[in-house]
């Protein structure tokens, strides 16, 4: 299996501030990668595919990078609805799998 | 707009086969275009990915799960189910159905189920 390394495991930052979100593979992936946000009670919701494609509908506030088996989420600006749980998700090769979660918290 | 909908018990004794279904609405179980899988979320936060079907019935199972997981559909109801055998305490989760676009960048999960608890207790 493929193993999906998040860092942080959560963090707290202002309104605001830039936040960033990494993700490392255990192997390489190219770009099947993806990220979800999940809130309290909510299914996860997909903001970013393909690595660095934002999904429609999702504020542009949102970005996303890397190729291979770094990847990196990024919040240029933080809002208080951005509170959640951030996933990453690699689709390369079967059984797909997750990261374990990153926890942004608005101080 | 695709929904998704999970229904079964919410509580499941040891031993036992836990019996789930997902219900379809606004897209056909029949395109091409996705897998329909089983994901399960830990009450530590932590997701694991089940297995899928395909409209052809093929199906992936994650191998950690494969000896007690069967997935199947209902193309006539647009539905697909789940059955996990042998259950205990550890399979204790939230279980959500989700549909995987696999005919673009990044294979993702667009839909999503609002999910359903499962508690294994006797």
Do not use: H
Request: with cysteine; charged share 10%; hydrophobic share 30%.
């Amino acid at each position: 299996d493929i193993q999906m390394t998040q860092s942080p495991s959560s963090l707290s930052a202002s309104v605001g501030d830039r936040v960033t979100i990494t993700c490392r593979a255990s192997q390489s992936i190219s770009n099947f990668f993806n990220w979800y946000q999940q809130k309290p009670g909510k299914a996860p919701k997909l903001l970013i595919y393909a690595a660095s494609s934002l999904q429609s509908g999702v504020p542009s506030r949102f970005s996303g990078s890397g190729s291979g088996t770094d990847f990196t989420l990024t919040i240029s600006s933080l809002q208080p609805e951005d509170s959640a749980t951030y996933y990453c998700q690699q689709t390369y090769s079967t059984p797909w799998t997750f990261g374990q979660g990153t926890k942004v918290e608005i101080k | 707009q695709v929904q998704l909908q999970e229904s079964g018990p919410g509580l499941v004794k040891p031993s036992q086969t836990l019996s789930l279904t997902c219900s379809v609405s606004g897209g056909s179980i029949s395109n091409g275009d996705y897998y329909w899988s089983w994901i399960r979320q830990y009450p530590g936060k932590a997701l694991e990915w089940i297995g899928y079907i395909y409209y052809s019935g093929n199906t992936y199972y994650n191998p950690s799960l494969k000896s007690r997981v069967t997935i199947s559909l209902d193309t006539s109801k647009n539905q697909f189910s789940l059955r996990l055998s042998s259950v205990t305490a550890a399979d204790t989760a939230m279980y959500y159905c989700a549909s995987q676009n696999i005919a673009v960048a990044g294979r993702y999960f667009d839909y999503w189920g609002q999910g359903t608890l499962v508690t294994v207790s006797s």
